[in-house]
């Protein structure tokens, strides 16, 4: 059994699906603060928050978790510059409880949701996982933070750990049965498709003085059942007796936010008005990964390109479910 913790959430809901289909057995576990209980389509469901000590004991005493896949946490960057008790406590705190859980039961495996927000602003392109880790938000320093607490914890108490780093997921099921669904939204590509079904009234490019082909910022778009996969597979790595390893889960591709929309527009055949803003405090120019390490590690080939991103993203948004 597979403890999946924040599987109500956007990529770990899609998670939780290619558990399934690859006949683990799973329950997941959410306090639906963000989450949404449709998301999870079959497998056990605990409704519990990371902070009840009492029902993670009794989560452990009543299902034989062989290992933790561990999303749960907050996610937006903005807000933790202006909360970031709010990110500590949910991102440390609420993850010591779940670490002593696990140590408690005998549990020595986990797979954790890490960032690229761990690198700050990137000295090289594309980035490997050795590179400095200076975040540069409470986000990013909280995901830091709780790798090094999975490294001592590796070295004192024989846990072992695979934290992947995600670039930028998007997408969303291409059977439609699930996706991206968050409040607020703050994602380009999801606000993108909002434009072209007329809930918003237009796309806000920030910054395009970026010392980039287009002025424009690049991101590594990540489709989230590639995602998905990799922790199929960071799983059976860690269930045949790998080591404790980062890796980084991005495409190696980067694609400016022009080319984004332009996608976009060819995509729904819509017009989708776009403005230039000011650039958003905070984002580099550039995040692509360098990629290589998970594809050699746990043998993981990401399937999806940009347009197959958009489309899977597009039909979700068309018909969502929640
Ligand atoms: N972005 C944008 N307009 C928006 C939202 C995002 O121009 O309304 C840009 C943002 O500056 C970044 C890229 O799109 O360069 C991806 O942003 P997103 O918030 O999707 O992910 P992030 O890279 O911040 O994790």
Redesign the pocket.
Known sequence: MILVTGGAGYIGSHTVLSLLEADHQVVTLDNLSYGHRQAVLDGHFVEADLQNKEALARLFESFPIEAVIHFAAFCY?GESVTSPRKYFNNNLVNGLNLLDAMLQAGVDKIIFSSSC?VYGEPLEIPIPEPHPKNPINPYGMSKHFFENILSSYNSAYGLRYVSLRYF?A?GADPAGRIGESHDPE????P??LQTALGLRAE?????SNYPTPDG????DYVHVCDLAEAHVLALKYLLSGGKSIFLNLGTGKGHS?RE?VESCRQICQKPIPARDVE??PG?PPE?VSSGGLAQQVLVWRPQYSLKEIISSAWNWHQNPKF
């Open positions: 960057v927000a930028n998007a703050t994602h380009l590509i606000l993108v796309v806000k490019i920030y910054g424009t910022c690049i991101r936010v984004v650039p958003r984002d995040l």
